[in-house]
């Protein structure tokens, strides 16, 4: 092992580092062609996130490419309900789908073998580890348990969660189970990850946006914050960074209410709001995802207008959601380059 710091670490640690490092969500996706050549090879998209050969051949590819700060494991949020016998399958031009959840079954769940289901997934992460330049982070993750339950709930992935709320406000008490479960085994998989070599984890809550302030302290903070409790109970040094998207003004407290180490802004967060919420601890973010598609000057704006306003604290550069299959590869080559070569 060298002596290079790995500096997405040091951010998580509450320190600023110039130029900020930098790496985007989905950075291994479909914008690369590389990764439509290995993803043909796989077969199904969840062979592709079951087979290490294949899981770690994409996770580096954007390594090998472009020279992130961090590689986050090839997977998939939906992994733990697959594990839980939830039949998912992903159908192209319809997304991910499964076999709704109820009641009955909500009240029956037990953690009967999801860490030995997810075994190829951590042994993923371990040869990551073994593989990745020394000065590389690798970032574990999981879904929130709000947003593996809306897809359980439904059965597929909707445009404002109607099914989950409505289940909630219909079920309280199985609702409630559902997400305490979900919060148990994902903590379980999360600390499984860090054993496996992750540096810090992330935790997805892609449909935070959709909550009322009452339900979204109940059903995306609590949720979260009992996932991290759990891990740091396990492994006292966990680093944590929470994602939780369309927020908004819930974000004030969300690291707190959360313990999150750092907190993930999406791009409709506005900088000066973002601006108070680094005044508390580490934010990552938040490119228009849209910014990496159309390139140019709209590209340059987007990036000096963050690195201006939250470069001078402590930043995880990334984008506001994932980036697209539309993007030009060139053009994260361009944004790359333009967050390395930022001077304060």
């Known amino acids: 092992m060298t002596g290079t710091p790995r500096r997405i670490l040091s951010v998580l640690e509450g320190k600023t580092v110039s130029p900020p490092p930098i790496w985007l969500m989905r950075q291994a996706g479909r914008y690369l062609p590389e990764y439509r050549e290995t993803r043909a090879k796989a077969g199904g998209f969840l062979d592709l996130c079951y087979t290490p050969d294949f899981a770690v051949e994409v996770t580096l590819q954007p390594i090998r490419r472009y020279g992130f700060d961090a ?29 709704p959840i109820d009641v009955s079954e909500i009240l ?14 951590l042994e993923t992460v ?16 999981c879904g929130a348990p709000w947003t593996v339950a809306t897809y359980m709930i439904a059965g597929h992935g909707t445009s404002d969660q109607a099914p989950a709320r409505l289940f909630a406000y219909r079920h309280p008490e199985a609702f409630e189970k559902l997400l305490s479960f979900l919060a148990e085994v994902s903590a379980q998989y999360l600390i499984a990850q860090i054993d496996a070599g992750a540096d810090a984890v992330q935790i997805f809550d892609s449909w935070a946006g959709v909550l009322g302030e009452t339900e979204f302290d109940a059903f995306a903070a609590k949720p979260v914050a009992r996932m991290i409790e759990i891990v740091r109970q396990a492994r006292p040094g966990a ?4 994602f939780a998207k369309g927020a908004g003004l819930n974000l004030k407290t969300y690291r707190q209410k ?11 967060v506005p900088l000066s709001f973002a601006q108070e919420l680094q ?12 910014r990496v598609v159309a390139g140019g000057k709209s590209l340059d704006d987007g990036i000096d207008a963050i690195l201006q306003v939250l470069g001078q604290g402590p930043l995880i550069f990334n984008l506001g959601h994932g980036i697209t299959p539309e993007a030009d590869p060139d053009n994260v080559t361009r944004l790359i380059e333009r967050v390395r070569g930022w001077t304060p």
Not at 108 to 121: E, I
Not at 279 to 290: A, H, I, R, T, Y
């Open 239 to 242: 680093k944590v960074i929470a």
């Open 108 to 121: 029956a769940l037990k953690d009967d073998g999801v860490l030995p289901h997810l075994q190829p997934v």
């Open 258 to 268: 959360t313990g999150a180490d750092a907190i993930g802004l999406d791009w409709s």
């Open 126 to 141: 371990r040869r990551l580890r073994a593989t990745l330049p020394q000065e590389t982070t690798l970032l574990g993750f």
């Open 71 to 99: 590689a986050i494991l090839f997977s998939d949020i939906l992994v733990i309900p697959d594990a839980l016998k939830r039949n998912v399958r992903f159908v192209q031009g319809e997304g991910p789908q499964m076999d």
């Open 279 to 290: 005044k508390d601890g580490p934010v990552q973010g938040n490119l228009d995802p849209m």
